[in-house]
């Protein structure tokens, strides 16, 4: 059996009056992600660690902020594009492990749709989907209220 494991990494920005989607579900919130597509950054870092896993480059470079094709886009298309890769024919995603940091709203409440969701589009069981939130204790950009960062990881093995 062969295994590639890919790691992923992103922020957004946070402003007033945009709409804040977190692992493919919408969290009810007055402040959102300033993004080119819907600002979901945890499915951003996810897509670069399942592109890290083969070399494939990272999501700026697939889906460029310069094309109007990817206005407003549902992060959950570029995942699945992403699953759609003649690349990744191949492969299959063994499990996926997701930190979100971000001082608030809390997401404890939404773990587990965001866990369905994802695993959905990944075609794969909600139970090798792991999604953890955590604040950082006030501490930096993400504890001032200004961003937030997710880190993914994910392995696959070869079918
Ligand atoms: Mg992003």
Redesign the pocket.
């Given at each position: 059996m062969e295994y590639r494991i890919g790691q992923g990494y992103?922020v957004?920005a946070i402003a007033e009056g945009l709409p804040m989607w977190l692992g493919g579900v919408q969290i009810p919130s007055e402040k959102g992600f300033v993004?080119h597509?819907d600002?979901d950054?945890a499915i951003?870092a996810l897509c670069d660690a399942l592109l890290g896993a083969l070399a494939l480059g990272d999501?700026g470079h697939l889906f460029p902020d310069s094309d109007e094709r990817w206005r407003g886009v549902d992060s959950k298309e570029l995942l699945a594009a992403v699953l759609d890769l003649p690349e990744y024919r191949q492969w299959y995603v063994v499990n996926a492990d997701i930190t979100i940091a971000l001082q608030a709203p809390k997401l404890a409440p939404h773990i587990e749709s965001m866990r369905e969701v994802l695993s959905e589009v990944m075609g794969i069981s909600p139970k090798r989907v792991s999604v953890k939130a955590t604040t950082t204790e006030r501490l930096g950009f993400v504890g001032r209220g200004e961003g937030c960062e997710v880190w993914a990881i994910v392995l696959i093995a070869r079918k």
């Open positions: 992103d957004h993004a597509s600002g950054v951003h999501i």
